[in-house]
């Protein structure tokens, strides 16, 4: 566990965790994990990235490999696609 600017970063062998300590701005969503981001590991794996938002604040951010290995190397920005899961979609 690491502490970074008042927040907590979690390395489980298969999960990583981000929980932050302090909050701003309200955020207005619909569900726990109104966004997941998703891209590929080195080997071609999948790999999730998921925003828990807890009472309009960020709670965590999770990220896992679909196999549930390890992460070989955390994606960059560019090559994440985000999912809005807020959008209704009828």
């Given at each position: 566990?690491?502490?970074?600017?008042?927040?907590?970063?979690?390395?489980?062998?298969?999960?990583?965790?981000?929980?932050?300590?302090?909050?701003?701005?309200?955020?207005?969503?619909?569900?726990?994990?109104?966004?997941?981001?998703?891209?590929?590991?080195?080997?071609?794996?999948?790999?999730?990235?998921?925003?828990?938002?807890?009472?309009?604040?960020?709670?965590?951010?999770?990220?896992?490999?679909?196999?549930?290995?390890?992460?070989?190397?955390?994606?960059?920005?560019?090559?994440?696609?985000?999912?809005?899961l807020d959008d209704d979609q009828?």
């Amino acid at each position: 566990m690491v502490n970074i600017h008042n927040s907590i970063l979690r390395f489980l062998p298969h999960l990583w965790r981000y929980e932050p300590q302090t909050y701003s701005n309200v955020a207005m969503v619909k569900r726990r994990i109104p966004i997941e981001a998703e891209a590929e590991d080195t080997d071609n794996m999948k790999i999730h990235i998921l925003l828990h938002v807890v009472h309009g604040f960020m709670d965590e951010i999770e990220m896992y490999r679909e196999d549930l290995q390890s992460i070989i190397e955390i994606p960059k920005p560019n090559a994440l696609v985000l999912i809005n899961l807020d959008d209704d979609q009828g």
